[in-house]
């Protein structure tokens, strides 16, 4: 039976944009399939008392230095030399959630344009215009995406989302589940190939 990687995803988080781009070698050796499900990170963040690592780790000295590190090392190590931090983060991610849920998060199109806008191109993604802009760029409909984010179904949808992942045990993002078994950050990669291979 072919296995599922769930990986719980908002674009805001830049450490989700690194664990999707590095899980496609992990599906090609596994024969897993990724399922990406929407959710607020701060809404996680509000319903679980969890903060930013930027906020949380503030006082620490030699901390946030540290972190840099390992997500240098990190993308040194998978390859995504494409990746800079966006110069206007943190970015209300909203409406790019509400139009994943709109346009249905199998839609790679839509995930890898607002992902290199967020990630690659340090644009501000939550200015209408650009977001306007990149969705176009990938040749999608932004007026009717646009329109969509605002359907009521669409709003509950992604709050649903993200209450559900709170009771599952959800606390941040990237949050991934192969079954019942749940992997905080982009650094269990590792883990969750093994759980998959059977390890």
Same mark, same amino acid.
């Given at each position: 039976?072919?296995?599922?990687?769930?990986?719980?995803?908002? +674009?805001?988080?830049?450490?989700?944009?690194? $664990? =999707?781009?590095? /899980?496609?070698?992990?599906?090609?050796?596994?024969? !897993?399939? @990724?399922?990406?499900?929407?959710?607020?990170?701060?809404?996680?963040?509000?319903?679980?008392?969890?903060?930013?690592?930027?906020?949380? +780790?503030?006082?620490?000295?030699?901390?946030? $230095? =540290?972190?840099? /590190?390992?997500?240098?090392?990190?993308?040194?190590? !998978?390859? @995504?030399?494409?990746?800079?931090?966006?110069?206007?983060?943190?970015?209300?991610?909203?409406?790019?959630?509400?139009?994943?849920?709109?346009?249905?998060?199998?839609?790679?199109?839509?995930?890898?344009?607002? /992902?290199?806008?967020?990630?690659?191109?340090?644009?501000?993604?939550?200015?209408?215009?650009?977001?306007?802009?990149?969705?176009?760029?990938?040749?999608?409909?932004?007026?009717?995406?646009?329109?969509?984010?605002?359907?009521?179904?669409?709003?509950?949808?992604?709050?649903?989302?993200?209450?559900?992942?709170?009771?599952?045990?959800?606390?941040?993002?990237?949050?991934?589940?192969?079954?019942?078994?749940?992997?905080?950050?982009?650094?269990?990669?590792?883990?969750?190939?093994?759980?998959?291979?059977?390890?």
């Amino acid at each position: 039976m072919t296995k599922t990687i769930e990986l719980i995803f908002d +674009f805001g988080s830049p450490n989700a944009y690194l $664990a =999707y781009k590095a /899980l496609p070698p992990i599906l090609a050796r596994t024969g !897993a399939n @990724l399922v990406v499900t929407p959710c607020l990170l701060g809404g996680i963040f509000k319903l679980t008392g969890n903060q930013p690592p930027l906020m949380a +780790f503030a006082g620490v000295k030699g901390k946030m $230095a =540290y972190e840099m /590190l390992e997500m240098q090392r990190f993308i040194a190590l !998978a390859g @995504l030399h494409k990746f800079k931090m966006n110069p206007y983060f943190p970015i209300n991610t909203l409406t790019l959630m509400r139009g994943l849920v709109a346009v249905g998060a199998e839609n790679a199109t839509y995930i890898d344009a607002v /992902l290199a806008g967020m990630w690659e191109d340090e644009l501000p993604m939550g200015e209408e215009a650009t977001f306007r802009r990149v969705l176009e760029g990938a040749g999608l409909d932004a007026a009717a995406i646009l329109q969509k984010t605002q359907d009521d179904l669409v709003k509950q949808r992604l709050a649903a989302n993200t209450s559900h992942a709170v009771e599952r045990g959800v606390f941040g993002i990237p949050t991934i589940f192969v079954g019942d078994d749940m992997f905080f950050g982009k650094d269990r990669l590792p883990q969750v190939e093994a759980c998959l291979m059977g390890g």
